[in-house]
């Protein structure tokens, strides 16, 4: 068995590497990681309870894919509704083994050891587990029964946080959507134009290089861009002619109200959502709106959301206008390179354009022209 010294090292170590992760499957991988570099197992499994479907499922385990099981089946099943931890060193002579995972993934099970985990108010919310021991005895003790309990307190704590992020990001997530819809349908847009301006957004994001998690932050803060168009009165903004200078004037506000109704979050969604609402009219090359920032001055994700937004309001048709010819876009991007938008997302944009027009064709509005 592991040293005290070395136990303290290992659960400090990933206990650092846990609280700097966002991803529920990254924190789950280390949570196993930790639980197998504790106990000397060859594998660990987090099982987590799915209590509408009654099933325990796992997507996170060293060497095999996603995987359910029912919620009663096997040692892991045993351990939840007895809320006890449970080992055996002999896992085929024991009537609790389920072998029909062994099956699945042709892996062979030996020893098994299982700790339920519950949430702060005494539900149970999966199970840690480890499999077959890394020493020559190939068994597990006591001792590692009581290293894997300590794991596990730490897991049941850091997967109950977890989820609750997970939740409060994927609320904030469906507001912004909602939001979006209601802003965008004042002015006669639909739902589906916030969604390909999203989808437009992450794909390009990923083209310029940018990370998934951050690419997937630009797809969910750029349908509210024109938040803002919530403080434009109906008489300018569903006027069918032309604007006066005025009125104008009054429409390209809305970059500014987006941004003071966003500002003060301190979400990381919204705050990026408040970027592009506010910038997401400015010009590469100088003279957009509301502050006339000129080329990098520009943050990228207000870069980005311009194209999409335009490409989308051009592309695409509306119940009030048909779209332009695709010839037609293309030839205004290629003279608006380095004018009103980034050459090098353009060039991007350009060189990937049948990746961007599958992404419209998926979401089509439904309306007569």
């Known amino acids: 068995n592991l040293s005290t010294d070395n136990i303290m090292k290992i659960i400090f170590g990933y206990a650092a590497k846990i609280a700097n992760e966002r991803k529920m499957d ?10 197998r570099a504790l106990i000397l197992a060859d594998r660990c499994t987090m099982w987590m309870l799915d209590k509408d479907a009654n099933e325990l499922w796992t997507k996170v385990a060293h060497g095999i894919d996603i995987i359910r099981v029912p919620a009663s089946a096997g040692v892991v099943g045993y351990t939840i509704s007895s809320r006890e931890p449970y080992f055996t060193n002999d896992a ?40 077959n021991k890394m020493t020559s005895s190939k068994c597990f003790n006591q001792m590692d029964l009581e290293y894997f309990k300590v794991a596990a307190s730490y897991a049941s704590k850091s997967l109950e946080a977890a989820i609750l992020n997970d939740e409060i990001e994927r609320t904030q997530k469906e507001i912004i959507f909602l939001m979006a819809e209601v ?44 938040i803002g168009k919530v403080g434009i009165p109906d008489e300018v903004l569903k006027k069918p002619g032309k604007l006066t200078s005025e009125e104008f004037d009054l429409m390209k506000s809305h970059t500014s ?20 609402a506010h910038q997401h009219h400015e010009k590469w090359s100088g003279g957009g709106y509301p502050q006339g ?34 010839d037609r876009i293309v030839q205004m991007f290629r003279e608006e390179k380095g004018q009103q938008f980034d050459p090098e997302l353009i060039q991007l944009f350009l060189d990937n354009l049948s990746e961007f027009i599958a992404i419209r064709d998926r979401y089509q509005d439904l309306c007569e022209i």
């Open 257 to 276: 109200l987006g941004y003071n109704i966003l500002m003060n979050s301190n979400r990381r969604i919204v705050k990026a959502a408040s970027i592009i």
């Open 92 to 131: 085929y002579g024991d009537e609790k083994f389920n072998k029909e995972v062994d099956k699945r993934t042709g892996y062979k099970t030996q020893a098994i050891i299982c700790i339920p985990l519950f949430n702060s108010g005494g539900e149970a919310i999966g199970a840690f587990q480890a499999v």
């Open 26 to 35: 990254n924190i789950l991988m280390h949570i196993a990681d930790m639980g």
């Open 183 to 226: 802003g965008e349908s004042r002015s006669k847009e639909t739902g589906n134009h916030v969604k390909r301006v999203a989808e437009y957004s992450k794909l390009l994001a990923l083209k310029y290089g940018i990370s998934e998690e951050e690419a997937e932050l630009i797809r969910v803060a750029s349908p509210m861009h024109d």
């Open 293 to 326: 920032l000129k080329g990098a001055e520009i943050h990228i994700y207000g870069r980005i959301t311009a194209i999409a937004d335009v490409f989308d309001a051009l592309g695409s048709d509306r119940c009030y206008k048909k779209a332009w010819e695709q």
